[in-house]
């Protein structure tokens, strides 16, 4: 079963920027980044198909997340315009049936980053 390792995160200001990064260990079809926040479910932020390079974004983060992927099996979501309520713990993840149409079917998991921004 193909593994994921996320990389990244840390602390920033609101305004500020980081990125992510998410290494599988195999090629993967699918993939999406996913953040908990405290006291709140997990959402699936940003989704990309590897192939097409189609993306997904929640309303809360268009225009100021960016997912993409390489050519090495490594996936990046760049966040920009950072805000206090973008604090969590963000995950890749991706489904081993190369669907990733919905939140349930994601089922291999990275460990997560944790992001903090502070206002």
């Known amino acids: 079963q193909v593994q994921l390792v996320e990389s990244g995160g840390g602390s920033a200001q609101a305004g500020g920027s980081l990125s992510l990064s998410c290494t599988a260990s195999?090629?993967?079809?699918?993939m999406g980044w996913f953040r908990q926040r405290p006291g709140k479910e997990r959402e699936l932020v940003a989704r990309?198909?590897?192939?097409?390079?189609?993306t997904y974004y929640v309303d809360s983060v268009k225009g100021r997340f960016t997912i993409s992927r390489d050519n090495t099996n490594q996936m990046y979501l760049r966040m920009d315009s950072l805000k206090p309520e973008d604090t969590a713990m963000y995950y890749c993840?991706?489904?081993?049936?190369?669907?990733?149409?919905?939140?349930?079917?994601?089922?291999?998991w990275g460990q997560g980053t944790q992001v903090t921004v502070s206002s």
């Open positions: 993840a991706t489904d081993s049936f190369s669907r990733c149409r919905r939140a349930t079917e994601y089922d291999v």
């Open positions: 195999s090629q993967i079809y699918c």
């Open positions: 990309i198909y590897i192939s097409s390079g189609n």
